[in-house]
């Protein structure tokens, strides 16, 4: 599960947010990334933690005063960015545009939008991932586990039947570490979070207890097994399944009353 | 006379030509600034020359994703900012919201317009500065001096007519050395330059060039004198007035045949 | 007093209101407009009321898809348009730009704004009218004349020290003749209505009620006097002021016991 | 076909052209709408020639001064609009919004998109129609006909890979009879047009030869035989396809020497 902090134009600080998202992440081997402003991203960049623009500008370098361009924002320490967000809402051609110019130099994308038919729409662009923010849940006190949950599982749906390798976040509705599980579970693979961290009182506590449910409840329900006969053995082996895309075998093999256990 | 590099989203190579002008700045007393990207004012800042952003928004700090607020341009290093570039033109009620924005966190503000009634327009939202931007000059290889100055001279007298205190800059068809001095001449205290710096191909000899008749040209011609008698004493005040706000006054005293010379 | 009735998108039928219009305006001597969508103006315009746009675009005729120029406003039979409605915020060069497409065709011309400083920006480029609309009063049931009136009073003296000739309406905050009264005492000599009329059950009825006191009681309160002696007759003329710029004027003659009177 | 006639803001008289196109469609049978400015719909729609809207604001009713709705679009008589031409390009969630406004009043849909890509994203929100208009064609003298045709070919596969009812119409690059039917056979059902009859001298003749090819030309390309034995009479059916969605069936009965002919 990749959780991604964005600041937005909150009066927090950014470096102290980005320093504890940097700890939890190092101390959890949760994947956490910060979005601060343009203005801010070569501080943020520098306490190590994974960082992201909140917007860039879809132009090729030239006179576009008053713009940030992808080739600034990768120079300033970011490896990815948000596009669309509801809150800078971009035209078709742009957001078209913008998806080419941050692969124009290797920065990570993610598109938002409102509802399953713009996510089909925008997935269409080759984003590496889109985030879907139903209206009702933007901005708001509701968790997306409470609000109608169809929103999240039909915007999976949408992003797979046009490309099944573009990963769908969950962007509006989470703050809490169950909201997370919901959206695990409705089928996105990361989420996006604002106030729920950035108006914390202790955001470092809030992460934590962000994490948590994903390095430990939603580790163990998320075991597999699977059962194999090999050469006279019997073969176990138990698949612990991480959200942030890591497994963990454990190998047990059975012979006669000889039990080999391999540890990852 | 106050030099304002505008970087916009050229390829150059931003603390290069931040380090070249704090260099001449340093060597000649002249007053340069750099306005890189917002993704690049952290790193323009830290070279030690004078930072202006190219723009900021309006906003006060909240839900703004995108956005790059007074806030976080004065927290990278910033210390001015340009406010309605012909490339990123504003909405009027931005303007009066953005300037505002820009004085609750002590940011020096210029704000752009295409001509004198637009200069006067702007000058009522209270800047620092204005600069005039006349539509022919933008982004093309005619100078100041050859084409219609009565655009300048005009956006000093508009503005001078709704605030005396304003400065005016002349934001378009500034190349060269010879350029700055018709831009003084005509009434501006500032210049804005763009790709005659970021394009050079060895920016810190076209700033030097440009800073020469500053320091040079523009001071023999702009010498005066000043006659008194004084307790017997014949005075003669010779007094070299630099466009960057300073002067410099020799002072010849003349009793019997007894001269005093006074160097400063 | 000019009232101009902005049907903005509201539901209501556009020709109803139209022809309401028109019937009080003739039966009072009032001037009233009536701005509708731009694909209502022509059905507008029919009922014979006077007409006005609620934006045009800025451009001269050409490849502008989705524009409405100043030339098919005028065209359809509009006689004005607003600029930079609340609702409408334009840029300031585009402010300029669009001012002179009116003028252009000969379209009459207001241009809103937030408050006094802004007021004034505007009135620099030459429209033949100008309205203040405070943030507070825009689109609530606030009336001008109990919120503070000093915004109306200042914006009418910020126009006035950059043109003397530009009208000053109250954009905003008027719903009942009473407003329409304050707003006269403060200066302007036009309002902005909308909801009040297009939302109205009877929006003959409530224009009638605006009217009114332009009709009566502001004639009973706008009554001036002059006595002068003149080839041995006293005279004394009784001016009644209308706020719709015309007076009426009776004179009285008295020498000895004759007494001549002179009605208009 | 379709053909789709785009006033733009062009300084042509809309009603003449209206006429004309009227008079073409009715002696031809080919489909012809043409799109004026909004303050022009009621005099075009007057003509009785099939009329569109060149852009439609995604508001419901309310507080939108200056905005165009579909209720008053369709209220002066259009029946169409084209929604995001590459002149008034939309924010993502504003084409969605705008497709469902104009599905509202029922309110024919064309969006436009520039490449493939953005036609198969734009699909997804249902219009009745998308036109695709490839930069390069775009305001030019290059006709689709010389251009890389496979853009339009794609744009095609594109939409149908989103919804296959989908119409797919030609929006550039299209100024003769040949053209016309060029995108035909790329798979394009309608095209767009503006200057190549808004500005030529004689707009109906220029429409005239536009749709010869249509009713001739095609016709004699697209006639398609199906033969077969019933009741001992061999059938002969020739069959014109006009690109305007009709057929005409010339049934041929031959049995031992007696032949029958059906004409429609």
Known sequence: ????????????????????????????????????????LAAV?????????????????GSHTGS????????????????????????LATIDATVQAAER??????????????????TAFGPDAVAVE???????????????????SNAVTAAAEVNAETAVYCGAGISSGDDLETASELGATGVLLAS??????????????????????????RVSFSFSLCSGYQLLVIRFLYPV?????????LKGDVLALHLP
């Not at 991604?4 to 994947?31: F, H, T």
């Not at 139903?134 to 997306?144: F, K, T, W």
């Open 68 to 91: 940030t361009l992808a080739e600034a924002t990768k120079r300033s320490g970011a490896t990815g960015t948000l596009i669309n967000h509801s809150e800078q809402r971009l035209r």
């Open 1 to 40: 599960m990749f959780i991604l902090i964005n600041l937005k134009a909150y009066p927090a600080d950014p470096v102290a947010i980005a320093s504890a998202a940097k700890e939890v992440a190092d101390a959890s081997g949760a994947r956490i990334a910060v979005a601060p402003q343009a203005a801010d």
């Open 196 to 221: 729920g961290v950035a108006k914390a009182d202790d955001p470092q506590a809030t992460l934590n207890s962000l994490v948590e449910p994903v390095s430990w409840i939603t580790l163990s329900s």
């Open 134 to 152: 139903p209206p009702a849940l933007i901005g708001g006190d509701v968790s997306v586990a409470t609000a109608d949950p169809d929103i999240i």
């Open 105 to 122: 130099v290797e920065l990570e994308t993610c598109v938002c939008a409102n509802n399953p038919a713009q996510i089909g729409a925008v």
């Open 245 to 253: 895309h890591t497994t963990i075998d454990i190998l047990l093999a």
């Open 45 to 61: 960049a520098e306490t190590g933690v994974e960082t992201w623009a909140q917007h860039i500008d879809p132009n090729d370098p």
